[in-house]
């Protein structure tokens, strides 16, 4: 009795710590990947965090609003995605299609609360600072629905994630998407640095709540 | 850090803030079971907690109260963090409800794929009589729901098929269809949808694309529609052939979207461009073999082949086949009996090795009209080769990924193999935009052709189909000095295009084709499979060309060797039929007005009205040294043949939609519904329609419509990109090892109570 007690309390814990395993490794992967991408930028070629990994950062993505930054790793396959949200498509051209993906349990789960007019901003390789402002959410089955490149606007930002927020199930067809439109208003205001926007979040959450409120 | 700004945002953001609008709506009771289920563990947690803790309140203390103690107080805290942890669950549960209605097609509320409710079935039975050949193609659509159903289905045709019946099934009774001008056609069918009564209507939307509509299904029962058309076998280096197409590739649409409204996904994945202003109507939801019911999109196929002579083999290249033979008569059907509609079916036949037939004519007798078809193969011509400047340009766009793609780099990886030293070649690759190899066309050096084999092998399909610029590119002439041009006039230019021709802007193409040829001789060489076989041979046509199709890595070596000796071996040109009586009502009812040049062993055909079976028709034409060659063939001997009106026909309509091109006007509409009308045949202007006389479904049952998918092509991905997987088993391991961590302190102290 007590031996399958005991059994019972290991492989519970096991799956506690194997469980929580995802989200550690999310957030400490994120402080290595920052390295990563300065030293990407400084010396502009990709650069892997750790020698034997299989992707390497290519952006970083912020969003003011939520207050939260991450970088933003080549490919996803489940070990980019494991690490950090993973380009699917380039950031190659300054008007060039960037779709992200991420796992709605870490990296992506703020996205439940964008809302159309927040503001997102992503670096390149290069420095740059390129603003999006959000132009729609929408739900969309990934068996019935792909994404269609030619048809969207150039100067787009997709970011998907899986859906619904606070679903068990890892396999589901649901994806959340958020659209976003390049912003240069949104850029300019991006010159003066991240964290200044960071302060400023909270004025900025206000004056969306009355837009969307009309 | 990250996820400490995320748990204050959660409090920042009620879980009831404004729900994302256009959602997929689950219904309630999806959510109920979320509910039901997620909402076990908490609910039993305080309780089984509670309990524990008001026994061990009463326990006596002792050294074992310690433990105890500690246990509870580690219980209490895996109950707190079990509750935190599966609250959101059902908060998100109950929320969320007053999402949007779902606008997506073929999706429920529960984001479940729904199968269609139309059941599909096809039944090909073709037979083969001479050069002609007449199929039957009956669709049935079987409503498998309980609401009455109006079933739309898209689908492809044989290129130069002339459609001219359609009758409707209901049960036992068989209405017969007639053909309508188009937009009449529309209304008859319209009118008689919305009262009630059996209708069914087919439609041209290219040359090559057709749409069914079958009104007022009940429900439960099924409707078939019988649709005839007859289509020329195609004869070619002693080999003759014949398609039966199944599916559509789905196809690329140039321009910037129309419509600004969300899009719909409804009818398909494509909202009308700029370019492509009906793309909707030819761009049917493509989805995989798995996604419809196991007995949908299934097809019969039967050929009945008298080819008027005995036969060495019959063959085809896409599907194992067994064959019967009776006579003259050859019987053939699929191994496997019904064919999944995912590939086109080829079938191939061939006469023995000397007994190839160099002509043939055939007469019959309409409304007292006499039509002749007649069919001339040009001896072999000597061969004097020329040297060439070759351009090949490859279709790398995203509908070419899988299969189509390593098919297309084979064939020309084959093709550069036929370079000679002295010929000039280039490689243009394109998708969204064109790449060219060389900045101009290249010797063929061993240096050259070694970088173009690299060049090559690392091409990928991914992008768009963006031909225009290809085409231009490939059919510019370069700007020479008066040495070269001298050594490059009597250079044989020559263009080979691969692809599949997924595009939906055929005709401004084709207007490109032939305002940008100059010298050229575009080539086509279909790829996949379903590829748009309309677009691949009308490309030819008005590239001066040829057109051939690959169906597999291991068909590819025959058709693109044949291909590429033709290429090679000189072209007859100014071509000139002379009907006997020559009267002027003879020559401008013989078609193809213009004959193109004939390429080794290409025959020759003609049609005619008017002309009685005597005397001789006489052929011309001109050798590429200047040398003339003439053939002539007795008329006397025609055989008897069925159908040659309605070829006629449709070689009249089509030589009148190629007038209106070349001189960049509309088409003459009224005289192309005359006719079409006349002979009993579907054209863009005229469809057909057939309506029961009485009504069936009461007017207050509603009548849904179900736009049913053609199923993606074998061997092909997906043209655009799926959504990645993006979730991970985290939370449901945490919370199984919470719920597991619970139960065993819970059991743990039902023990220390019971034996203490």
Redesign the interface.
Known sequence: ??RS?LL??T?????????????IKA?VA?ELLEIAWAESQARQTESRPWPWADTWPVAKLSMPE?????IVLAG?HGES??FGP?Q??GVSGPDSTV?I??????????L??L?PGNELQLQRRDGRWQGYRVS????????????????LPAGTLLL???Y??????????????VEARIDDAARVANIEGVHSQVRLSPAVLDEIDTV?GL | MMFSSLSSQHSAFPFAANPPTRAAAAPPETRCEYVRVRSAPPSMAPHGFGRGFSRSRGLSAGCSGRVRRFMEGVSLWMAMLLVLFVQPLYAEANTGNEDSAGTLHFVDGKGQWQEPALVLGSEFDVRVSGLIADSKLVRTFKNTSDDWREGVFVFPLPEKASVYGLTMKVGERTIVGEVQPRAEAKKTYETARDAGRHAAKVEQQRPNVFTTRVANIPPGAEVSVELSYQQLVSYRDGVFELTAPTTLTPRYMPGEPLAVAPQQWQGGWAVPTTEVLDADAISPFTVDVADVAADSHRASVTFTIDAGLLLAQVFSPSHAVATQQDGQVVTVEPQAGDIVMNQDFVIRWQPFAGQEPGAAVFHQQWEGEDYLLAMLVPGRAGKARLPRELTFVIDTSGSMAGESIRQAREALQLGLETLLPGDRFNVIQFNSQPHALFMQPEMATANHLARARQYVSRLKADGGTEMAPALALALQGQGKTAGEQADESTRVRQVVFMTDGAVGNESALFDQIRRQLGDHRLFTVAIGSAPNRHFMREAARWGRGSYTSVQDLADMSGPLARLFAAMEAPVMTDIQVTWPGQSGAAMEDSFPQRSGDLFQGEPLLQVVRGVPPAGALSVSGRLPGGGNWQQSLDLQQAASGTGLNRYWAREKIDSLLDDARIEGQEPDKERITELAVAHNLMSPYTSFVAVDKTPVRASESALLQDNLPTLLPAGSQPGMVRYPQTATFAPLMIALGLLGLMLSAAIALLQRRAYP
Do not use: K, N
């Open positions: 009795m007590s007690l019972l309390i492989s519970s814990a096991m799956l506690l710590v194997f469980g929580l395993w995802v989200p957030v994120q939520l207050g939260g930054s991450m996803v995605l494991a993973g699917m498509m779709v993906a991420g796992h709605r349990d870490t990296h992506f789960r703020p439940e609360h809302e729609a959410t929408r739900i969309v089955d990934s068996r019935s629905e792909f994404i269609d490149t030619h048809q998907v994630t899986c619904p927020f606070d679903s068990m199930d890892a396999g589901g067809p649901l994806r959340y998407v969307a």
